[in-house]
């Protein structure tokens, strides 16, 4: 039992780091070398590995200095730490609410399997889409006549929305936007509307922004989706590390281990699912708009604030005009939106692999994009995490599937992540550490599958283990070999400042917006994977944002429907955003602590108690 000045340590230490962290874009735990330098930007958007400095690299220095004991090294890890469900959290997953797991049946993975398989297709031939005819016609072509000071708002003439961007976050608006009875349209960028990336976690918060802007979907959702929830998640050690002082880890000991279901259960909210993408768009478009709502091959390239309420207008990238109330940018973290609204340098709004656009891009492409997104990011403020991240979608059945549903192994310049996808798949995440731009070798007859060599030896589980010498857990490679080439995808990793870095009045009272657009989801926050709440906050923003809309009688009052959305939304955005810049910059120097007496003990018990209290505040019930 965790008595209250624990507990009221635990939630100071979370509060000042969360606080901190608002005061520069990088953490205090990591700073870029100076050796490898490729472009950088007034927000340290750098093109470099990241490094240990302060504290961290004067242990680290220390610890390479002093003599190094073998027998201490010597020994078994602790039988406690290779045990999956350990009893605190094995009591909550046996209370009665709590979720059941039950075990992949042929039947249930087939039908998973085959509903994405649909779903993938469906968005391939445009079903739901607008073409021909439709398109030709459609309300948002012409512009209406609205006098000075605007118009009145009523359910006969709604308030009209145009949304940029059509992954999560877009679907999401244009959702509730429909559910308010607005009038919506969605302008996706790609030439096909391909899925991109495996499953996404629904986790409770954005399951209840759903349930509350459409019952319906929300249903679907959760009847589409596998249950994460009732099983365990924690961290890791990838390799042997510790000492008789520190604690001793074996390859694939539990370093922290909890349950998402009781934070969940005690704020009233269902529990997380893991759903595939092309289902949640799916999903999205048969039940959250009309047929016709979303048009393909459209970029907004720039627009024009028309003043005293009437509206704005769009201009997408072939010339067509597009006329509405509302602008929303959805369209991710190299926003073209973004880009217009804050007066950002040309090249500023890139074209990325979204929810929706990335599906569709080819190695040789994404080897393009690599190189060409080290200098949008310097133009579009945005900064590099220090790591590239390799992903895919294993066909497989993990070997610990029936009690572990999301566990993280840790090493020193790299980890692991790997998560339940539903139908005995699993979704991994290798991140690394390393310049930004980089790509992987073309395939050739000597070595056809470039990305599977490396990270075979990145994370090699015999002999001598990695370049370091590092002996990795074996269940990396066993969803790696279960992976092909084709299906790993590359991309480095970039976020954003966790707050506001400017002093211009007017974006510091309304953060996200100004006049009639606003901005949501990765173009307004985009966060570091680490917590899984990148599209879950999105889901949030699209919710608050209607929210906000909706109770709007006059068009001239726009504006501050949109300058209090941001206002709402910015605080807990930039709080997790900070969270998640924190857990992987923390990863940096994570190996350091496992060999440092006391220090490392108390490390682990601290993230132990904070986990609960972190859960806490990202399921809220309310937004």
Not at 3 to 29: C, E, G
Not at 72 to 88: M, Q, R, T, V
Not at 121 to 128: F, I, P, Q, S, T
Not at 314 to 342: C, F, M, P
Request: negative net charge.
């Amino acid at each position: 039992m965790i008595n209250r000045s624990t507990k009221r340590v635990a939630a100071r230490s979370l509060a000042f780091m969360a606080i901190s962290l608002h005061q520069s874009t990088s953490s205090a735990f990591i700073t870029p070398s100076t050796s490898s330098r490729v472009s950088s930007s007034k927000l340290n958007v750098i093109g470099e590995q990241a490094s240990s400095i302060g504290p961290a690299q004067v242990l680290r220095d220390l610890k390479e200095r002093l003599p190094q004991i073998q027998w201490l090294a010597e020994g078994d890890g602790s039988p406690a730490n290779k045990i999956d469900i350990p009893d605190h959290v094995a009591q909550v997953l046996a209370q009665s609410e709590a979720p059941k797991r039950v075990a992949e049946s042929e039947d249930r993975t087939e039908r998973i399997r085959s509903r994405a398989k649909q779903a993938s297709e469906d968005a391939m031939k445009l079903r739901g889409m607008l073409t021909g005819e439709d398109d030709a016609k459609a309300w948002w072509r012409s512009q209406r006549s609205v006098s000075e000071g605007g118009r009145a708002i009523t359910k006969d003439d709604p308030l009209t929305v145009l949304v940029a961007g059509g992954g999560l976050a877009g679907l999401v608006v244009a959702a509730a936007c429909h559910s308010k009875g607005m009038k919506v349209a969605l302008f996706e960028q790609a030439s096909s509307y391909a899925p991109y990336g495996g499953p996404i976690q629904i986790q409770s918060n954005a399951l209840r922004a759903l349930q509350q802007i459409n019952p319906i979907i929300f249903e679907e959702l959760v009847a589409a989706g596998t249950c994460t929830a009732d099983r365990v998640s924690g961290l890791k050690i990838g390799y042997r590390k510790g000492n008789k002082l520190a604690g001793l880890y074996d390859a694939g000991d539990w370093l922290v281990r909890f349950d998402t279901v009781g934070p969940a259960m005690e704020a009233g909210l269902p529990a997380t699912v893991v759903v595939d993408r092309p289902v949640i768009q799916q999903i999205l478009v048969n039940h959250g708009f009309p047929e016709g709502t979303v048009r393909i091959k459209s970029r907004i390239q720039q627009f024009e604030d028309l003043g005293k309420g009437q509206g704005v207008a769009v201009t997408l990238e072939d010339g067509t005009k597009a006329y509405a109330d509302v602008l929303v940018g959805a369209d991710g973290i190299w926003s073209q939106v973004r880009k217009n609204l804050h007066g950002l340098d040309d090249g500023a709004g890139g074209f990325a692999a979204s929810g929706a656009a990335g599906g569709a891009l080819d190695d040789a492409e994404a080897r393009r994009l690599a190189r060409d997104t080290v200098e949008i990011a310097a133009k579009a403020d945005r900064r590099f995490s220090g790591f590239t991240c390799y992903a895919a979608l294993a066909p497989h059945r993990a070997s610990n599937i029936e009690t572990v549903s999301y566990q993280i192994l840790l090493g020193e310049k790299k980890y692991f992540v790997s998560t339940d996808g539903g139908g005995e798949r699993q979704q991994w995440f290798a991140l690394i550490r390393e310049p930004a731009g980089g790509v992987d070798p073309e395939p050739t007859p000597e070595d056809p599958h470039p990305k599977l060599t490396r990270l075979r030896k990145e994370f090699a589980c015999t002999g001598s283990g990695d370049d370091d010498g590092n002996v990795w857990d074996d269940f990396a490679l066993e969803l790696i070999n279960a992976s092909s080439e084709e299906d790993i995808k590359r991309r480095d990793l970039y976020d954003g400042a966790p707050l506001l870095t400017t002093f211009d009045p007017q974006r510091l009272l309304s953060p996200w917006a100004k006049g009639p657009v606003a901005l949501c989801g990765d173009a307004a926050h985009p966060m570091m994977p680490n917590l899984g709440q990148g599209g879950c906050q999105a889901t949030e923003d699209g919710y608050r944002l209607v929210e906000e809309l909706a109770k709007l009688e006059h068009t001239r009052d726009v504006p501050w429907a949109l300058g209090g959305y941001s206002r709402i939304r910015v605080i807990r955005t930039a709080i997790i955003q900070g969270f998640a810049q924190l857990g992987s910059d923390l990863l940096v120097d994570f190996d350091l602590m496992m060999t440092i007496p006391l220090l490392g003990p108390f490390f682990l018990t601290m993230t132990q108690l904070s986990m609960p209290f972190i859960l806490r505040f990202l399921y809220t019930p309310s937004f």
